[in-house]
Structures are given as C-alpha cells and as structure tokens.
C-alpha cells in the first residue's frame, strides 16, 4: 500500500499559506485600512499644501500643490507594513517619487540622513539610502481617489519599505541632516530604521 501523501502535504500546505510578502510577526490586514494618528486629523486644503526641501541642499526649495502636480507622475502597488502588526499586500498609491523633489534641490554630498515632518507637527528621521533610487513618494491618492484627510490627504510620504509609521501623513517637508535625529515615535522607544523583515520595531531590536 503506498502511504498517503496527506502528511507531507500538509506540512508544505501550510508553509506555503504564509504570502511570502508577509514579513515575520506581520498579518494580512486585505480590505481593511486602518486609520493611525498620533494627531488630531487636519483640514488641510490642496491650496494651502506646501512641499519644502531644504537643509544640506544646494537649492533648497518649497512646491506649492500646483507646482507638484506639474512633476511627472509615479505610483507604487505593493504591500505596506504598520509596526502594530497589520500588513496591506495590495496597495494603489499614486503621486510623485521623491527622487525627482531631491534632484530639484541637489542634495549635497555631507547629507546622510532626513527629518520628515508634516504640517501638523509629526516628525520622522529617515537615512536618504531609504529615500532615493525608487523607494519612496510623495502620494495624492489612493485607489484612483484623492487620499482622505484621515489617511494623509491632501499628501502624504510614502515610504513602504519600513515600518509605516515613516510614512508622514500631511506631508510637509523633508530636511536633509548629516546626522540622525531621530523624529516622535524614535524618541518614544521605536527603532530608528524600522525594517519590517528585520522586524526593527523598538530600539534595541
Ligand atoms: N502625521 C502623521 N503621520 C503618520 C502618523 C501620525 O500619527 N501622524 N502615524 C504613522 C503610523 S504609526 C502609521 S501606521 C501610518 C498610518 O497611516 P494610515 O492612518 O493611513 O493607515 O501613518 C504614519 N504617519
Ligand atoms: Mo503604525
């Protein structure tokens, strides 16, 4: 009698119930998107949504709602992580890439880190390797629609290769240090880098 192959299966069956765009200790949020803010949601109008980039710049520079949207457009699809523990594999996010903000303002040759902030106060600090060459936007929309004001809108940084607490709702500006300072939740015991695949989520991980 051959043995049935129920056992082998089931071992590979449940390995492979695991989406390998899942990071460890992460779950598959699928339709939900949670709302988290430290803040109380802005009223934040298109017409009054400044860019700034500025610090160790050669030209530092403030983009005005209509002054971005004449930047070419970019998008990114895939999967967003929240250090709380729920995933989003599928996302449609669509604005600009933030190579083409810092190529306008010629980031200088000492500037190693960013500290994004928002127009309500948050703050975030970034090394610039996770903010060039395609990792990172500033993003309008979600879905085809405008983001909400709960989810950032009228702009928020996008940032989906760490934890999603980088990514700055109400997005005002980013300055470029040559140090690391670390932003709200980095002061509050969060990791300074927050990679979801090395589940960098408090200081010390
Ligand atoms: N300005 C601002 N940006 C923020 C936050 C915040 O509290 N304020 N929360 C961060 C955290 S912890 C997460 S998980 C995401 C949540 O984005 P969402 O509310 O669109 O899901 O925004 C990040 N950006
Ligand atoms: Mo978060």
């Given at each position: 009698m051959t043995s049935p192959p129920t056992r082998g299966f089931v071992g590979r069956h449940t390995a492979a119930?695991?989406?390998?765009r899942l990071p460890p200790g992460q779950y598959d949020a699928r339709a939900d998107f949670p709302v988290l803010s430290a803040e109380v949601t802005p009223e934040l109008a298109p017409a009054d949504w400044t860019l700034r980039v500025d610090g160790l710049v050669a030209r530092p520079r403030t983009w005005t709602w209509e002054q971005a949207h004449e930047l070419p457009a970019s998008g990114y699809d895939g999967p967003i992580h929240c250090v709380t523990s729920w995933s989003k594999l599928t996302t449609d996010f669509a604005g600009i890439s933030l190579d083409t903000f810092l190529a306008a303002a010629g980031p200088l040759p000492t500037a190693t880190h960013a500290v994004a902030y928002s127009h309500t106060g948050y703050t975030t600090n970034l090394a610039l390797a996770d903010l060039v060459d395609g990792q990172a936007w500033i993003a309008f929309d979600f879905a085809g629609d405008p983001l909400t004001p709960a989810h950032g809108g009228p702009a928020r940084l996008l940032?989906?290769?760490?934890?999603?607490?980088?990514?700055?709702?109400w997005i005002a500006g980013l300055r470029l240090l040559d140090h690391d300072e670390p932003g709200f939740w980095e002061t509050n015991g969060?990791?300074?880098?927050?990679d979801p695949w090395a589940e960098e989520r408090y200081s010390g991980d």
């Open positions: 119930e695991r989406d390998p940032v989906p290769h760490l934890y999603f607490w980088k990514s700055v709702k969060y990791h300074h880098r927050g």
